[in-house]
């Protein structure tokens, strides 16, 4: 028995004859010549993205495979969250390299080291003769997708490997924070948190709603004092006061911004000293900053808070932090960091067997690896320079070109915005020399470094023009 099935390569759609139900499992092959070595990148986040921009295409038969068919700028996702930005201004396509490289939008569920074989779930919706099936997500980077995958899973063979499939968000197992909170991990994420905040205004304004219903519905809570959580507090500030402020003039006064932490401080990871100008910075402006505070669950419209009982919320932003990947936790033939489960890598990036030894062929990089003996942290910096680190070696690789040269971390510092067009800028060189920056100088390196991270000619020119329109015009708080 026989119908018409769809066979989707890099965007070109043919029709085809279906096989039985026991081969529904394909192996996908390249047309490329033979000559031509499969390098395979899982994910397409900082170190990813920045391989498939490098990489040289015409030596390599390069395939991508990520749950997204875009790189995330991170960066400005709290700007696109209050339309500071627009959201086409954090992103770059991955079919830009097409037809070059071969591109699936798919999860990476397996990987057979031993046969080199690769076990994927597309992360497509279902189509319509395969019904509402869905396959366990894995090697996403983010907590949830819109997309329930077709469940049928088909194979990739490689004969050079790199895993850079990320993280997800920390939850630690929190009750409710996956169903009723808000990540801020990709566009999608700020798309919905920018709709979010327009609903509790246009709600809020409702003539039939009490004082303390609005009040409710205004508290806009963050978990997390980390740079996510601390950029968006900031930037959703500067969206009260400006353009919240001019539309909606009595809601403005009821909304207030909550900033939790369990740790004793915000910005953990900056100089003392400069969290505390945060903290000064965000009490002035109005912004309340609970630390040692610990959500034990969370509810529709509300969390309870072990310090402080019940809080009722309009909006929950939850960033507290990096959990393993799911395709990362399934791999137990290789070495792992014990507290964080990411894989472990010599200085060349390979990874590291149970055995003690280093696998020539496959290479991890971003948050979901880890040199062994070395501590770097987890931020796009580190995922961006081996990305370049790799790409290089990879380059040489196939040109049979020596490739010793270790991965050397050279820390750009740290940055940190906290609204009214100020922020905070930390670096620590290899001598433990201090360096740092408070205030507008601050601001200056903060959108010079944006700017110049931005990877496109495109968004080159729309992020200073979006910048450029929002000062003049401000945000637009259309809902579409």
Known sequence: MFKARLSVVCGRVQPRPAKS???????FTSSAPRSKQRLVILGSGWGGYEILRAIDKKRWNVTMVSPTNAFNFTPLLASCAVGTL???????????????????????DTIDFKQKTLKCTPATAPLEYEGSASAPLAGTTTNDTSDPGTGNAFKLRYDKLVIAVGAYSQTFNVPGVKEHAHFLKDVRDARAIRTRIIDCFEQANQPVLSDVQRRNLLNFCIVGGGPTGVEFSAELHDLLHAEIQKHYPTLARMAKITLYDVAPNILGNFDKSLGIYAENKFRRDGISIKTRHHVERVEKDRMFVKEQGEVPFGLLVWSTGLAPNPLIQSIDSLEKHDKTQSLFTDQNLNVITKEGHADPDVWAIGDAAN?????????????????????????????????TKPFEFQNQGSLAYLGDWKAIYDRSSAETVKTKETGRVAWLLWRSAYFTMTLSIRNKILVPTYWFLNWIFGRDLTRF
Do not use: M
Not at 21 to 27: G, K, M, Q, W
Not at 86 to 108: D, G, H, I
Not at 379 to 396: M, R
């Open 371 to 403: 040199i062994k003996g070395q501590l770097h942290p987890a931020t796009a910096q580190v995922a961006n320079q081996k990305g370049k680190y790799l790409a290089q070696k990879l380059n040489k690789i196939v040109k049979d070109q020596e490739h």
């Open 21 to 27: 139900s026991v081969s529904a499992a394909r192996t």
């Open 86 to 108: 627009e959201f086409r201004c954090a992103v770059e396509p991955v079919r830009k390299f097409s037809p070059q490289v071969a591109c699936y939008q798919a999860w990476c």
